[in-house]
């Protein structure tokens, strides 16, 4: 694709960014065949190719509206579109450009900026989203329909935590609303890797990836989270820690692209390149010990699963099929689900600012996961998790949770 930056972007790094990922399109088409928006709206300009020409003309000084901003805001930034590109165009990237510059030139109204700064403001803060959603769910008979929905009927109890014992240690990341929705997970992830000879512990302070901020386009808000993350764990690092491991793929496609996010920042850059460098998702780690798994797991009882591959392991962290492959291996039988390369509608905060979409998305991906008839439907990232499960006709869980229940107890 040929371009003509204006002059007030093109010697930025962000201009040179962007003009770098458009010339690879070459307008082919092939990426609006898997974009979810295209085959809801069938409109151009909510597909990704679309979305790169209105993001091309902006940077080449054309006007922006609230309909470039509409578009942008329906994207579920899912990157189905990058894995299906075959000129390697890097479409996420572009479109966290994108997203800044309109904002700074399109205004949003009152309450649809006062909501995302209350989404922004409470859900990565430790302390606040957990009291928050007690109260939510105390008052869920009385809230409306739409509200109770995003509210869970209970919580699972997370069990006991092993204490740390191995030689090998690894460090989770508790993240922000993780600890409140699914405090199994973590605690599940070190049963089981304890039981591998792996401690797992967490480091204080760490909080949120930024992910949630930067999605939200406080980007630089997101940048903070991340630089706090970075020293939190930083002292880990000087001790040899083996790896960061994440249970929420959202968080680990964050993190994985820290080295990304803090290039330009004379202070975080090469710390964030060694952080991201030592993430691993779960089943990374896990698919590398399944000898030792395979012979724990009580093989007797295991559920027919769906698993549904969140779209942050599919198309960011490129985990199509780790997950499902440590199942398989296990002895579980993994029903077949139609179009799997599709988002479920959570995507962050979408089904917050997007409400509509998301539920159909939603309906769209139950019926396809709950068609071969599983007893429960595994995921790997909490914000898939609960959106899936406030509307599934079975139990949904991580897909880590799923197996600590399996293990024999000694
Ligand atoms: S990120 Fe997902 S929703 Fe956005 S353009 Fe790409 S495929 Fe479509
Ligand atoms: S598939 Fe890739 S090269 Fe083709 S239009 Fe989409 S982004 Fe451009």
């Known amino acids: 694709m040929q371009t003509n930056l204006a002059d007030w972007i093109k010697d930025t790094p ?47 000084g054309a006007e922006v509206t609230t309909k470039t901003q509409l578009h942008l805001d329906r ?20 479109v966290d450009i994108g997203r800044k510059l309109v904002d700074e030139r399109v205004p949003r109204s009152v309450g649809e900026r006062a909501k995302r700064r209350a989404v922004a403001s409470l859900f990565p803060v430790a302390g606040v989203f957990d009291p928050l959603l007690r109260l939510g769910m105390l008052a869920r008979p009385i809230v409306p329909s739409a509200l109770r929905g995003k509210l869970p009927a209970n919580v699972p109890h997370a069990g006991d935590w092993p204490a740390p014992r191995h030689a090998r240690k690894m ?17 599940a992830a070190a049963r089981v890797l304890d039981r591998l000879d ?60 820290y ?3 803090l290039q330009y920042d004379p202070k975080y ?61 296990l002895g579980y039988e993994l029903t077949t689900v139609p179009d799997s390369h599709l988002c479920c509608g959570s995507a962050g905060t979408y089904s917050l600012t997007q409400p509509a979409l998301s539920e159909e998305l939603k309906k769209n991906k139950l019926a396809a996961l709950q068609s071969g008839t599983p007893e429960a439907i595994l995921t790997a990232n909490v914000g898939c998790q609960t959106h899936l499960a406030s509307g599934a006709s079975v139990p949904v869980k991580h897909w880590i949770a799923e197996i600590d229940e399996r293990l024999s107890r000694r």
């Open 75 to 94: 994207c579920l930034t899912c990157r189905n579109c990058e894995t299906t590109c075959p000129s390697g165009v890097r479409y996420g990237h572009l």
């Open 198 to 257: 792996i401690s797992l512990v967490e480091a204080q302070g760490a909080g949120c990836c930024g992910a949630l901020r930067f999605h939200l386009n406080y980007q630089a808000e997101g940048r903070d989270d991340m630089r706090r993350v970075i020293d939190a764990w930083w002292p880990y690092v000087e001790q040899g820690v083996e790896a960061f491991v994440m249970t929420a793929t959202g968080c680990g496609a964050t993190v994985r692209e």
């Open 269 to 329: 850059a090469e710390k964030a390149q060694r952080i991201s460098a030592l993430t691993k998702d779960l089943s990374e780690v896990v698919a590398n010990e399944l000898d030792k798994l395979g012979a724990l797991v009580d093989r007797r009882t295991l559920p027919a699963v769906a698993f549904h591959s969140p779209c942050s392991m599919q198309h960011w962290l490129g985990l199509r099929g780790v997950a499902e492959g440590v199942l398989a291996k």
């Open 171 to 187: 460090v989770a990341l508790a993240g922000c609303v993780q600890p409140a929705l699914t405090p199994d997970t973590n605690a």
């Open 14 to 60: 962000e201009g040179k960014e962007a003009e770098a990922i458009l010339r690879k399109c070459v307008h082919c088409g092939f990426c609006t065949a898997t974009c979810p928006t295209y085959q809801l709206f069938g409109d151009e300009l909510d597909s990704p190719r679309g979305r790169i020409y209105l993001i091309k003309q902006l940077l080449e």
């Open 259 to 261: 080295a990304h996010h």
